[in-house]
Every structure is written in C-alpha cells, then in structure tokens.
C-alpha cells in the first residue's frame, strides 16, 4: 500500500523528492526494498503532523506535501491542485482540498470530515458534524443530494509552506482541535488562513479491513 502511495506521489507535477517518514523499521526495510526513500523519526510523536514536521526540519524546500500512507489510490492531479495557490501566491500558509458529498450517509459519518468555506476559498471551518445544515430541507432525499446544496467533504492531503509548518507544530493543541480530534482547527484557532481546493477526484482510504476489501475490489476492476 505505502509503495502504491509512493509511486502516485511521485507522479505529480512539481513533487520532486518523495520521503516516507516512520518510525517503524519494518515500513523502512519495506520502503528500501523497493527503491523509496525513508528516514526514520522518534517514536514519541502525537501525530503524523509532528512527524512530518521532525523530517521537514531537515529539508531544503519552501513548500511540503503531506500525503497519508493510507491513500493507495491517491491522484496525482489532486496533489497538483493542492498545491497550485500556494506556489502562486506566497502569502497563504497551508492549503488542503474538498469534493462534494455524494450522500446523506456520507453527510452523517462521523469519520467523514466536512468542511465549509468562504467566498475566497478559505476554510470557516471543519468538523465531524454534519454541517451546514440545510434547515429548509425538512428530509434528507433521494431527490436532493448534498453534493447539490454544495455541501463537501475534506480529503485529508496538506500543503504547508515550511516555515509555517514548523511554528504550527510547536502550538499547543487547541481546544477544538481536542473536541473534534481535528488538527487543522489549530491552524484556523490560532488565526492562520487554510486554502482549500475543490476537485472532483476522491482517492479511497484505508482506515479499515472494510476499506482495504473496497480498495482491493477497485484495483480488480481497474487494473
């Protein structure tokens, strides 16, 4: 799986070094045998922002693309789109991307992060909830999709410039961040501004053995 992500990454416009960083010598061992680059972080980080961060410390670069190692389907043109504003314009500090809800269920997850925006394309916000919430519409419908009341989802790839990466990973966890276990709410907490791209490409994660049967069953079909 990480190689499949490794290989998509790598595919993109404007991506010139791909770097899997880990704390697990297995991952690494797994990462040399095909010819990937790996370094090895400590093994006391809180999340995978925290790790990033320890392994951009130690890179030459202006802007980071953080590309979860669960996206095995990950498209290279979603990476390209999420990092066009930054390298047009440098003073947006991070950027992300959304694409519609195709579903109430979807809407209704928990596990299905949304995200709203303003007229700038920055984000208001994130959250688990279902939100917004469309208060004319007294059903949910099969006649009415969320994707067109432009409700969205977000698609956890990050963009971050460098030197704003380091200062947000040596913030405190915010209190939203806490309730929602949503890191990006630190960024917009703390007053920093988060471009998020709309695309129309969904990559499939894998965060469990029903995804992975999912993730399987497409790579089947597709080839």
């Known amino acids: ?61 202006d802007l980071v693309i953080n590309v979860q190692g669960d996206e095995p389907l ?54 688990r909830a279902p939100i917004p919430y469309p208060r004319d519409l007294a059903v949910e419908t099969a006649e009415v999709q969320p994707s067109s009341l432009g409700l969205f989802r977000h698609v956890g790839l990050y963009v971050y410039r460098k030197d704003f990466l380091l200062k947000f990973a040596a913030l405190p966890a915010s209190p939203l961040e806490k309730l929602e276990k949503l890191e990006q709410l630190r960024a917009l907490e703390n007053g920093y501004a988060i471009r998020v791209v709309e695309t129309d490409l969904v990559s499939l994660g894998v965060d469990t053995p029903d995804d992975l049967m999912r993730v399987e069953a497409y790579l089947r079909e597709h080839g």
Not at 74 to 79: A, V
Not at 92 to 98: A, R
């Open 74 to 127: 990950i498209d290279p043109r979603m990476i390209e789109a999420a990092v066009a504003p930054l390298a047009a314009d440098a003073r947006i500090p991070m950027g992300t991307l959304k694409t519609p809800l195709l579903s109430w269920d979807e809407y209704r997850d928990p596990n299905v992060v949304k995200v709203v925006t303003d007229g700038r394309g920055l984000a208001l916000y994130f959250s």
């Open 1 to 61: 799986m990480i190689q499949r992500v490794y290989e998509q990454t790598a595919q993109a416009v404007g991506v010139d070094r791909v770097v899997v960083a880990t704390d697990d010598i297995r991952i690494a061992e797994e990462v040399s045998g095909f010819g990937g680059e790996v370094q090895m972080t400590r093994a006391d980080h809180a999340t995978g922002t925290d790790r990033l961060a320890e392994v951009t410390a130690r890179l030459d670069t």
